[in-house]
């Protein structure tokens, strides 16, 4: 019998994952981890609203077409308020970086008058 046939949302957690990092975890590292930084832009920005959970906000306003293509502004708005909370996606994108800590900067804006 195919094993793929019993894999259920209940299991799947348990299939085994390759890694392209063989033979990272028998490095020897320093005690305490020498702290390191790395930047790491969100993948996608996007805002949820309490009071209209069904509403879908644009995940990209402030783009526009130019005579090059499409542009993103690397821009992006977050709100969180009583009602309106932002939600950032990340890609852990090298090894060991799903034991990171996430550190985030705000500025906040006056709004124009």
Do not use: W
């Amino acid at each position: 019998m195919d094993p793929m046939l019993s894999v259920t949302n209940e299991n799947i957690h348990l299939l085994r994952r390759p890694t392209p990092f063989i033979g990272f975890d028998n490095i020897t590292r320093p005690v305490p981890p020498v702290p390191r930084e790395l930047i790491n832009f969100p993948q996608v920005i996007q805002q949820v609203n309490k009071d209209r959970p069904s509403f879908v906000y644009d995940d990209d306003p402030l783009r526009y077409m130019s005579r090059r293509g499409l542009v993103s502004p690397e821009e992006r708005r977050v709100q969180a308020t009583d009602k309106v909370s932002t939600l950032a996606q990340f890609r852990a994108i090298d090894y060991g970086m799903e034991r990171c800590e996430i550190a985030a900067a705000a500025v906040q804006r006056k709004r124009k008058q």
